[in-house]
């Protein structure tokens, strides 16, 4: 069955350490996207990318970096520049039509 | 102001009980989606509407594009239909990312 795999589930980082979350399509979508959810607030798009070997910042990228060297992944790396960086990560895809599907989400916590 | 406001934030209901959320938009939109996201944290589409009205199973969805202002509805609820509901738009151009409300947190109990 297509789908996206996002991994890990759950991610502890150490303050300092940069970490990278996994995401990957098997749909043939052309577009992919990065969103954080903190409590209370709804997604914000952090990147996104409508092409291979191109990406655009989102609302929120400060602290983040993206890669898309292949169709079917799109990882993000959460820096340590970012400050804040507990929160919860989705990553979506859409194909040039429209409809989107989305990820299991990864909760990460700086310990 | 929020691009994408829904209403209410929290919802309680008894099982059994018709529930209705609301969703209104101040942008163009292409569509716009429903998406029910689990204490787990993944998220499943429920619906996407350009106009009109669609219906699955107990889950009913509206739009009106003149008023910006979409429904969601759950006939019968019940304790598994307890999430949070979000709704989403996407703008006037395919492959554009999402813009979401906060999300509606429903608790239906037995």
């Known amino acids: 069955d297509g789908g996206i795999t996002q991994s890990p589930k759950y991610l502890f980082r150490k303050e300092g350490q940069n970490v990278t979350l996994s995401c990957e399509q098997n749909?043939?979508?052309?577009?992919m996207y990065w969103y954080r959810q903190d409590p209370g607030q709804g997604l914000r798009l952090i990147y996104y990318s409508q092409i291979v070997n191109d990406f655009q910042k989102g609302d929120i990228a400060e602290g983040y970096s993206v890669s898309r060297e292949k169709k079917e992944s799109f990882p993000l790396t959460v820096t340590s520049a970012q400050k804040n960086p507990t929160a919860f990560y989705l990553c979506?895809?859409?194909?040039?039509?429209?409809?989107?599907?989305f990820g299991s989400g990864t909760r990460l916590t700086v310990v | 102001k929020n691009e994408v406001e829904q209403s209410p934030q929290n919802l309680t209901a008894q099982e059994g009980e018709f529930i209705t959320i609301n969703c209104s938009y101040s942008?163009?939109?292409?569509?716009l989606h429903w998406l029910q996201q689990h204490p787990g944290g993944g998220i499943v589409s429920l619906f996407m509407l350009s106009s009109g009205k669609k219906k699955h199973g107990r889950l009913i969805a509206t739009i009106n594009i003149q008023e910006k202002h979409s429904s969601l509805h759950i006939t019968a609820s019940h304790p598994r239909d307890s999430a949070v509901y979000i709704c989403?738009?996407?703008?006037?151009?395919?492959?554009?990312?999402?813009?979401f409300g906060k999300g509606t947190t429903l608790s239906v109990s037995s």
């Open positions: 749909l043939n979508h052309d577009a």
């Open positions: 989403a738009v996407s703008a006037n151009q395919a492959g554009t990312a999402l813009i």
């Open positions: 942008v163009g939109i292409s569509a």
């Open positions: 979506a895809s859409s194909p040039v039509a429209y409809g989107y599907t």
